[in-house]
């Protein structure tokens, strides 16, 4: 058993982590968007049909935006993801349509598509192959740590603020962590070798 050390990492490592937990901490549960859909008119038994969409579309779009990512740059991806989640979070704040909130749920898998493994692939593609498993450890665990307290954020906002104001914090999130990508990435490329 190896111990671990904080400098077994790099420091672009960490500075990911940051932006992870930003952006996760405006992540709340999905149940929430199955809330905000009742809430507009959609009937108790039509939500898992709804949520069904995200789903159908995120299954769909995983391989071809996986493709695309290994031509064109893992971090590229993920600042549109982040992007389509700013704008996703924010539409289900001011919508009131039950169509919007079935387009919603459609880009909201465009989001999920162009995230859930891109995030894994990234970390994996920063860190020793002898190291991997511990980094993607500490990444699962800074989910999991971020996840209890954004999920009891959003609750709290929904029910002490307004409805809204839950999509609005996580689509501000989004935006911020949308731009450190932006920094992030263009710091990566001004250090990376080629462009020395």
Request: proline content about 3%.
């Amino acid at each position: 058993f190896k111990k671990f050390h904080f400098n077994d990492f790099p420091k672009k490592y960490y500075l990911f982590l940051v932006i992870i937990f930003i952006f996760t901490l405006g992540n709340s549960t999905d149940a929430l968007l199955m809330v905000k859909a009742n809430e507009v008119g959609v009937r108790v038994t039509f939500i898992p049909l709804v949520y069904m969409v995200t789903s159908i579309v995120s299954v769909l779009l995983s391989i071809p935006i996986g493709s695309l990512s290994d031509r064109i740059g893992k971090e590229r991806i993920l600042i549109i993801g982040y992007l389509i989640y700013t704008i996703v979070y924010f539409g289900f704040g001011v919508t009131t349509s039950i169509g919007a909130i079935v387009a919603l749920f459609a880009v909201y898998g465009l989001y999920s598509a162009a995230t859930d493994g891109i995030q894994k692939a990234f970390i994996s593609d920063m860190i020793d192959n002898n190291k991997k498993g511990t980094g993607l450890g500490i990444y699962n665990a800074l989910l999991g740590i971020t996840l209890l307290p954004a999920s009891l954020i959003a609750g709290l906002l929904y029910d002490k603020v307004n409805s809204s104001i839950p999509f609005y914090f996580g689509a501000a999130t989004a935006a911020v962590s949308t731009v450190l990508m932006l920094i992030f990435t263009r710091r990566i490329r001004e250090k990376s070798p080629e462009n020395r």
